[in-house]
């Protein structure tokens, strides 16, 4: 009964074991969680953009021969400027005179683009992607601050000649009688001016900033390169800026799940479950079939009861074989002076008759 109890406490211990197990799973990070991968819960797709996200070399390095050094460009075509931006992860590239951005922040900065001898971000490091229905999309934002208008910016200096002039403000005349409240008028206006003043800090604190969202599309060509982006528009007032990235990356796939126990956990595991099953369905054999009690229904209890003695003969012929194979201590043995010497020159001597004989013996059947 005490085996058939232990047995069953046993297996129910696997059994919570396994169920905890299985709970921590469910809270463990999804791969959602891990940086620059996503999981599309339309398609069930598994998008991992990591092999396009460049890193630099570790200091002390040398890069490796297929190791990109710079990040991704893409020209701008009829835009002033030609654009450059990592995925993932900030630009390579070493950046100076970064408008409207603190320079501890230049290190993040994951897209840019320069002009007129100044750089301008696009927008800063995320390394969250986003799947929109079927798109894959990754945006950047707080890049440097937006134009104020459209026509200050160089893109629009050629439509100036466009706009229209206001006509200009023929003054009225006034009946005698109002002009004062003409002139407290003025005054009213100038104090509302003052009193808009301190809105000019408010306005910049709330700038808008330059943003960049990049498209990623499947590749399927086996040729084709890593990754290729391309621009494809800004909005007109030069604050959102869209690209299209092409690679086989964005395809999605299966994600890998991660082994929790080795192969040799593995192995343990089954080994495990094969000597409960072969002891709990003895036991219930032994017991049901056999009507035996108490040890003997162990499976092969005469085995198991053998076990003992055998392992007691193994090692006492082990531990006599190892001692004779141990190298005794050799040393002088004491004599004594007087019985010991008499005994000893006595032994030679009747030694040497002996071989007197044996040699006359043989002298002898030689001349014969």
């Not at 890193?55 to 990040?71: I, T």
């Not at 000019?200 to 990754?227: F, V």
């Amino acid at each position: 009964m005490r085996i058939l109890h232990l047995s069953t406490v046993i297996l129910s211990l696997l059994q919570s074991q396994a169920t905890s197990g299985a709970e921590d799973k469910k809270h463990k990070s999804k791969p959602d969680d891990e940086p620059c991968t996503v999981h599309s819960t339309n398609t069930g797709a598994f998008f991992d953009l990591h092999p396009i996200s460049l890193s630099p070399p570790p200091e002390g390095k040398k890069a490796h021969k297929d190791q990109r050094l710079e990040s991704w460009h893409a020209k701008g075509h009829d835009y002033p400027a030609n654009f450059t931006l990592n995925v993932c992860a900030p630009v390579l590239e070493n950046l100076r005179n970064v408008v409207g951005v603190d320079h501890d922040h230049w290190k993040n900065i994951s897209a840019f683009y320069e002009q007129d001898g100044r750089t301008y971000s696009i927008g800063m490091q995320s390394s969250k992607p986003i799947v929109r229905g079927r798109k894959l999309v990754l945006q950047y934002t707080d890049g440097s601050p937006c134009p104020l208008s459209v026509k200050n910016h160089k893109r629009s200096e050629d439509h100036q000649g466009a706009m229209i002039e206001p006509r200009a403000r023929v003054p009225q005349r006034m009946p005698r009688g109002h002009e004062d409240d003409d002139d407290d008028d003025d005054d009213d206006d100038d104090d509302d001016d003052k009193k808009h003043k301190p809105g000019k800090s408010r306005n910049r604190s709330s700038t808008r900033r330059k943003s960049a969202l990049i498209s990623l599309l499947c590749e399927r060509d086996p040729l084709a390169p890593k990754a290729s982006v391309a621009f494809v528009g800004a909005s007109p007032d030069d604050c959102s800026y869209f690209f299209e990235l092409r690679s086989q990356y964005a395809c999605g796939g299966v994600s890998v799940a991660q082994q929790t126990l080795g192969p040799a956990g593995v192995f343990g595991v089954i080994a495990l479950i094969a000597i409960l099953v072969y002891f709990v369905g003895g036991c219930v054999y032994q017991r049901t079939v056999m009507h035996a009690r108490g040890w003997r229904q162990l499976p092969n209890y005469s085995m198991w009861a053998g076990i003992g003695s055998f392992i007691k003969d193994m090692f006492i012929i082990l531990t006599s074989s190892c001692g004779r194979l141990i190298p005794r201590s050799r040393g002088y043995r004491t004599l004594s002076t007087t019985n010991g010497i008499a005994r000893g020159s006595g032994g030679r001597g009747n030694q040497s008759d002996d071989e007197n004989r044996l040699i006359d013996q043989l002298d002898e059947e030689w001349d014969d």
